[in-house]
């Protein structure tokens, strides 16, 4: 069965530091890894995507994400967070040969930026 | 949010009564899918649709039936609300289902916030 882990409930960050949101995953096969971003009151808003082929994947808003199938994990990262980039996030999978429907959308982290 | 509007975006409602939320997108996509959310849980699938008429049952979907008459709605029905039913309902679309491209990128819509007293 598939699913995915965002072990930590929220993250905090000074502005300017780098930040990481976790994410584990299991699957069969290979995955197909999501990130997405929910301001409040908001739908979720996709940031970024890995198929196949480089490991570091580059997305909205200077976030990237690298895929790591040894650890099976896809954590999102930015080098420098701003203060805007306070939300909530989800790391979402689904196996490759499975439909969209099969998507699996992990609870969420929460970011919280402090200036 | 990619030409998805979700109606209404707020609605209190009592115990038993029938509710129905409305998904309408402008993109001319084939699928579209029916999320809650609730805290801890992420996003749960509740039903989803490959195409006018056609549709299917997600994770969670007892309690709630859909309707898709036209590309463009999508439509969740509580038959008889509950207060396990208060929560966040997302609509999301996607140009295909399967495959490595952009195409199955699913597109949410800004929700509504569903409250059964």
């Known amino acids: 069965a598939q699913s995915v882990a965002q072990p930590e409930d929220q993250v905090n960050v000074a502005e300017g530091n780098p930040l990481t949101v976790k994410c584990t995953y299991s699957?069969?096969?290979?995955?197909?890894l999501f990130w997405y971003v929910q301001y409040p009151n908001r739908g979720l808003q996709f940031l970024l995507k890995?198929?196949?082929?480089?490991?570091l994947v580059k997305g909205s808003y200077g976030f990237e994400a690298e895929f790591n199938k040894s650890q099976t994990s896809f954590h999102l990262k930015k080098p420098s967070a701003l203060v805007s980039d306070s939300a909530l996030y989800f790391c979402?999978?689904?196996?490759?040969?499975?439909?969209?429907?099969?998507?699996?959308f992990g609870a969420g982290t929460r970011l919280f930026v402090k200036a | 949010d990619a030409g998805i509007t979700q109606s209404p975006r707020h609605k209190v409602t009592e115990t038993g009564t029938p509710v129905t939320l409305r998904c309408h997108q402008t993109e001319n996509h084939r699928y579209m899918y029916w999320y809650r959310q609730d805290p801890g849980h992420g996003l749960r699938l509740i039903h989803y649709?490959?195409?006018?008429?056609?549709?299917d049952k997600g994770e969670v979907s007892d309690g709630y039936s859909v309707s898709r008459s036209k590309t463009e709605d999508f439509l969740l029905t509580l038959e008889s609300a509950t207060s396990s039913q208060t929560s966040v309902y997302f609509c999301?679309?996607?140009?295909?289902?399967?495959?490595?491209?952009?195409?199955?990128?699913?597109?949410f819509g800004p929700g509504t916030r569903l409250t059964v007293l």
């Open positions: 999301a679309i996607s140009e295909s289902s399967s495959g490595g491209s952009s195409t199955d990128t699913q597109y």
């Open positions: 890995y198929i196949t082929g480089d490991n």
């Open positions: 649709s490959y195409g006018v008429k056609d549709t």
């Open positions: 699957v069969s096969g290979n995955p197909y």
């Open positions: 979402a999978v689904r196996g490759v040969n499975t439909g969209g429907f099969k998507t699996i």
